[in-house]
């Protein structure tokens, strides 16, 4: 691990998405009401004297990030694209609940990036005392800022949250209570923060600088999950499976990616593969991988050409597939592609 003092005198545009952190008390009613951002500086004064560059922008209408959708990572997207030469980084406030998602959608989305967009929100609301909020964002700021002989140290879409800053593709929301609400189960965090910023150099990706960042923004949301679980029916099964016009399928299997060996469900399974269906096979369990073959439970699905996800998280594989469909130009460059990473998704 590298440490690293924070540098003064870089540029960051802080971009409002909406969720708990933007939140105050209102004086006249009690309630809690989403802060004008313009003003940040004034509820966050140690913005202040820290010496970036701080600019915000703040999304109309500001939203619980339960309705941030395709359209809203396009939006995000869009607003680092215009702003790409402007600033030296980017942080996203958003809500906890979908971040992982959308991390994991701007990490496919911004090809060729070369300039940290950093995910960060908080538990709390920015306005309480005990907010987690105030110390993820400077930190958050902080790490958006680090640079080395002129470039970025950490040139990646992340998200950071109390104390580790971690791939956002790789990262998962796995606790509603805790300050400690994200982590990233099967690959390292790029980043602590303690008294100093820590760097994982070895794990973060640095890609061509010579390239120009690519924004695409097409995702096909033909998608859907299935869950697998002792006991599921097969017209529990067929309903899903014959949901008009679906193009992907996520089955979420036991441990290894494996299973029930019914004899319906492999034979449902390959109708929808012959009929163009594309399905991706990704574990339940918060960390490891889908090995198929490994059991017997698993070998037919394997033999029906589903593809594996191998470590990839839930929220990456759904991203990812509707990414995937939304631009690649034949059926066997979406199979090629899930299979394999594309941002630093599957180990
Ligand atoms: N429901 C909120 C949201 O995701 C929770 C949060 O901000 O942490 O927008």
Redesign the pocket.
Known sequence: MQIMKPRAGTSILIIYT????GMVHDPVTGSLVPINFSHITDHVPELQKSGFSIKSVSFDPVR???NIDPAIWVKMAETIEENYHKYDGFVILH????MAYSASALSFMLGNLQKPVIFT?S?LPIGLLRTDGRENLVTAIEFASEQENGKPLVPEVCIYFDSELTRGNRTTKFSAEHFDAFNSPNYPPLAVSGLHLKFNRDFIRYGDADKKLIVRKKFDTNVAILKIFPGMGRSLVQSIINTPGLKGLIIETFGSGNAPTYGWFIEDLRNFIMKGGIIFNVTQCHGGSVEMGLYETSRDLLAAGIVSGKDITSEASVTKLMFLLGNCSSRQEVTDCLGRSIAGEIS
């Not at 909406?18 to 952190?21: L, V």
């Not at 809500?95 to 979908?98: I, K, L």
């Open positions: 909406g969720g708990t952190i619980d990030s339960s809500g906890t609940d979908t929100g538990q």
